[in-house]
Each structure stands twice: as structure tokens, then as C-alpha cells.
């Protein structure tokens, strides 16, 4: 009995052109899982968000507020998740916050502190002198236009100020708590430092957003 040889490809070309089809629909099939999958719609989605001025200034004030809550709400042990050794999973203790601590003047005191400081005085000075107020004429009529409620370039150069006073340089020593005022600046990143340059960014990001409306 013959023995029958194996076939081979008439020519590498051939092979070369196979690999490359193959490879094609490889992605192609990735392609589609991709867009199927929803990731693109969430991309434009978390782009769109973060490409305004109010998501800038929430991003830097829930970097400060997630500081300050390290310090006034420690975490505590609850219990653990026992371990699974058939698949080697190892014991983990589960950590949530201490929820009594909101009966603590330890709390409130940096709480109330830092909402004074970075948020609602730089928001009254923000909202009465608001340099986005303007008047246009329409119809033979001016009219109010506001572009912003609160001016966010005011609100960084009072929160600046602000910082600068309270947590730096303790230009009002005296009319507040210096231990309370020392813990929240050494609860942030590189201490009162960090604030000062979320207030710079904002404010840059504050100027060139108004640039870009000119």
C-alpha cells in the first residue's frame, strides 16, 4: 500500500494571506465585543462629565473632603471573611467607618472648620461678586445674562486667601482652634500646600474657560 504524503500549501504567499484573514477577523471580532460591550458609550460619557468647569472644582474639593474624613472618621474593625482554602483564598478582615464618631466633637469641630474655610465663605464672596454677570441687549432690552450663580474664579481667590490665613501662615490665630486648623492641614496632601494648588488649578482652569467664551 502507497503511503500518502502530506498536502502542502501550493506557495508561502498563500500561507502569508491565510495568517493575515485569520488576524483580520480576530480583531474584527474584538471590534465587536468592544462596541457591544458599552465601554465606548461610558468613555464619551466620563469624558463629557469631567470636561466642564464644575466637574474641576468637585474633583479637587472631594480629594480635600476624603482627606479630612481619614481624620474625622476612623475606620473600624467589624469581622472577617473567613478563608476558602480550596481555592487559596486567604482570611480578610472587613474595615467600615465608625459611624459613632458623629457624636464627637472630634467630627464636627474639623468638619465644620474646613466647610467654613473651603466651601461656604468662598461661596458667599463668590455669588455676591460675581464677575460673570453681565447685560446684554435683546430686543431693545437689556438683559441679565449670568453665566455662573457663583464666580468659581472669586471662589479660588477667596479660598486661596482663605487657606493661606487659616492653615498656613495663622494670620487669625486666636479666632480659631490652631489644633483643629493644624490637623486639617496635615490630613491633605503636602499639608495646606495641596489646597493652595487646587486653587491655583481651578483658578487657571477658571481663566482659560472664560478665555474660550470670548
Not at 29 to 47: F, K, M, Q, T
Not at 113 to 126: G, Q, R
Not at 153 to 170: D, E, P, R
Request: with cysteine; net charge neutral.
Amino acid at each position: 500500500m502507497q503511503r500518502r504524503r502530506p498536502s502542502l500549501p501550493p506557495s508561502p504567499t498563500i500561507v502569508t494571506d491565510e495568517v493575515e484573514h485569520a488576524t483580520a477577523r480576530f480583531y474584527a471580532g474584538l471590534d465587536d465585543i468592544y462596541s457591544i460591550s458599552g465601554v465606548p458609550e461610558a468613555i464619551d460619557w466620563a469624558r463629557e462629565a469631567c470636561s466642564s468647569l464644575v466637574a474641576v472644582h468637585a474633583t479637587f474639593l472631594f480629594i480635600e473632603a476624603y482627606n479630612l474624613s481619614k481624620l474625622v472618621m476612623p475606620w473600624k474593625y467589624m469581622f472577617d471573611i473567613p478563608a476558602i482554602h480550596a481555592i487559596r483564598f486567604p482570611s480578610y478582615a472587613v474595615k467600615l467607618p465608625d459611624l459613632f464618631a458623629l457624636l464627637t466633637p472630634e467630627f464636627w469641630k474639623p468638619t465644620l472648620l474646613w466647610s467654613t474655610t473651603n466651601l461656604f465663605v468662598p461661596l458667599m464672596f463668590a455669588y455676591f461678586y460675581n464677575l460673570t454677570v453681565h447685560t446684554v441687549k435683546r430686543n431693545n432690552a437689556r438683559v441679565r445674562v449670568v453665566r455662573y450663580n457663583y464666580d468659581p474664579l472669586v471662589f479660588n481667590i477667596v479660598k486661596c486667601m482663605i487657606v493661606s490665613a487659616v492653615y498656613g501662615a495663622g494670620f487669625l490665630h486666636g479666632y480659631v482652634d490652631d489644633e483643629v486648623a493644624i490637623s486639617i492641614g496635615e490630613s491633605q496632601y503636602s499639608g495646606y500646600s495641596g489646597m493652595m494648588m487646587g486653587c491655583f488649578v481651578c483658578g487657571l482652569c477658571s481663566l482659560w474657560e472664560a478665555t474660550q467664551r470670548r
